[in-house]
Nanobody, 114 residues
Framework: QVQLVESGGGLVQPGGSLRLSCAAS??????????MGWYRRAPDKEREFVAL???????NYADSVKGRFTISRENAENTVYLQMNSLKPEDTAVYYC??????WGQGTQDTVSS
């Protein structure tokens, strides 16, 4: 079964940047043929879509992060990234990556606070 390991979360001041990584294993060579993406869940809120990257690399973003976040993938490393710039306090959440909407990572906490 596919496994996902996320990293890169942490505490950052407003206006700062973070880069999240999500490494997939046991994909049986199918990583590059599946969409991957990120969702997030803020305290006391429902999980919400953040970004998606398909194949061969088309992307889609939530309106709230357009122009600030960039999703990318490195198929040779079975890894998807989320570069988050100009972070705002409202970006504070647990961020989850997914593999083809069927396998989910454990989540990584990102906190934007001064």
């Amino acid at each position: 079964q596919v496994q996902l390991v996320e990293s890169g979360g942490g505490l950052v001041q407003p206006g700062g940047s973070l880069r999240l990584s999500c490494a997939a294993s046991r994909t049986r060579g199918g990583f590059s043929f599946r969409p991957m993406g990120w969702y997030r869940r803020a305290p006391d809120k429902e999980r919400e879509f953040v970004a998606l990257i398909g194949t061969p690399g088309n992307t889609n973003y939530a309106d709230s992060v357009k122009g600030r976040f960039t999703i990318s993938r490195e198929n040779a490393e079975n890894t998807v990234y989320l570069q988050m710039n100009s972070l705002k306090p409202e970006d504070t959440a647990v961020y989850y990556c997914h593999f083809d909407f069927s396998v989910w990572g454990q989540g990584t906490q990102d906190t934007v606070s001064s």
